[in-house]
């Protein structure tokens, strides 16, 4: 079988990076037929289903489960919360020079905390406050002072938990229609999409969220409501014991 992959380097645009990725895949199609074997495969949101279901993987043996938060987090919103947070790597595929650029267009209150190979593009621009890689208790204490989170990821994300804490601490998320974003994000309903790559787009998402109070307000309240009910460590643990269970009799039946 011929590695395209590799040939083109089509994993950060790099031919050594990519033989490991490639090699990866290729064992994975190879051990498909393995997968028969198995009873229940978990999968975080609709749109990694869907993935699954485009090689053709059996859709009785998925199960969607998304990515939960513990209640040993200490979460609590400030009454007065104000400014834009990005909360992630400093990497290209994370979208942040998406971000500097749109600030660049719109002059807003931004927080930037994380590491990455892009640090120096936010330690010499002096209209970010830049706060640097922070522990997940700092990053908390932050983001409950924070209205909204900015989520500007160009890639396919698994379930980010950031956008759960967002959930949890009344941070209304801005995010790109993307991936499973889509999945847990719904425009306007419990967050705000933006088209991705559009850093225009997402300068005239900011200035909505900005002008529309009322809107966010309910926006925020829906996010609360659909954590509490989707997202916490006792709703998630329900929800495995039951996958297990299904699992074991089908198991058994068989």
């Given at each position: ?14 031919i ?69 947070l ?32 892009l ?7 002096k ?32 379930f980010?938990?950031?956008i ?19 999945s847990?994000i ?13 850093t ?14 009322n ?23 329900k ?16």
């Open positions: 079988m011929k590695l395209l992959g590799i040939k083109f380097g089509c994993y950060q645009d790099s050594i990076k990519s033989i490991p990725v490639s090699l990866m895949i290729l064992k994975y199609r190879k051990g498909l037929t393995l997968l028969n074997k198995v009873n229940k495969v978990i999968v975080l949101t609709e749109f990694n289903k869907q993935k699954f279901l485009g090689i053709n993987f059996p859709e009785n043996k998925i199960v969607v489960k998304p990515n939960f938060i513990t209640s040993n987090l200490r979460l609590n919103p400030a009454a007065n919360k104000s400014g834009f990005y909360a992630s790597r400093l990497s290209e595929e994370k979208g942040i020079l998406d971000l500097i650029i749109a600030h660049k267009k719109f002059n807003f209150d931004l927080t930037v905390c994380g590491d990455g190979p640090k120096k593009e936010l330690t010499s621009n209209n970010i406050k830049y706060l640097g890689f922070l522990k997940k208790i700092d990053l908390i204490k932050i983001m409950e002072k924070s209205k909204f989170l900015i989520f500007p990821s160009k890639w396919y994300e698994g980010p938990i950031t759960l804490e967002a959930f949890s601490l009344e941070t209304i998320v801005i995010a790109p229609n993307l991936g499973s974003i889509t847990i719904k425009n306007k309903k419990n967050g705000i999409l933006f088209t991705p790559n559009d225009e787009d997402l300068v005239n998402k900011i200035k909505w969220a900005l002008s529309n109070e809107k966010c307000e309910e926006i925020k309240k829906n996010a609360k409501k659909e954590f509490q009910e989707k997202y916490s460590d006792q709703v998630n643990y929800m495995l014991i039951k996958i297990y269970e299904e699992a074991i009799k089908e198991n058994k039946n068989n």
